[in-house]
């Protein structure tokens, strides 16, 4: 499931409540350890509703109690539950990851654009008006897929990759032989 962090005590002698929160804030590493184990699993679904990918939602768990470990000054208890605060950490986390995978995915779009001189969504969109949904045929399927998913359905490179169950370095490397395939010789 998930990795409870390491290198820290068991929390089982912790008493739940206002005394747990001061004892996180001064840096208990056990009032840490039952925060994680109260809250964690609760985490960990509202994460999976935005991320459905499970090992990048259990990734993000851990990122996001590492957030809150270094952040642990910040919370006031008068200012919101603990579980809200958390919560907020956790989307913030969900957050930055997206837009830092749509910015990989854009500098991917743009090395591969800059191989073949062109705007390849511009150019497949072109394609496909000129030759139909089939214009992907002389490539393999996933990659006509993988093609479809990241340019005309805005998904990133990882999400696509996820989705076809490729590493995002193989999918790379092999839609841009794709592309040159779909090209012909002239480009290639």
């Known amino acids: 499931m998930f990795n409870k962090p390491t290198g820290f005590p068991k929390s089982d002698n912790i008493v739940f409540g206002n005394d747990l929160i001061i004892l996180f804030q001064n840096g208990s ?62 989307r913030l986390t969900c957050s930055k990851l997206k837009v830092e995978g749509k910015s990989k995915c854009n500098e991917i779009k743009e090395s591969i654009n800059l191989v073949y001189a062109c705007n390849v969504k511009e150019y497949l969109f072109e394609k496909q008006r000129r030759e139909g949904r089939g214009f992907t045929s002389g490539i393999e399927k996933k990659y006509a897929e993988a093609l479809d998913l990241i340019y005309f359905k805005d998904f990133t490179f990882a999400d696509a990759a996820a989705h076809l169950n490729i590493p995002v370095s193989i999918l790379r490397s092999d839609l841009v032989s794709a592309i040159k395939k779909l090209q012909g010789t002239a480009l290639a």
């Open 29 to 90: 590493k056990t009032a840490f350890v039952k925060l994680y184990d109260t809250y964690a699993p609760s985490l960990l679904g509202a994460i999976s509703r935005i991320i459905n990918d499970k090992h990048e939602a259990e990734t993000i768990l851990q990122k996001s109690f590492g957030t809150v470990w270094q952040n642990r000054k910040q919370y006031n208890p008068e200012k919101e539950r603990i579980f809200t605060w958390l919560v907020k950490i956790a």
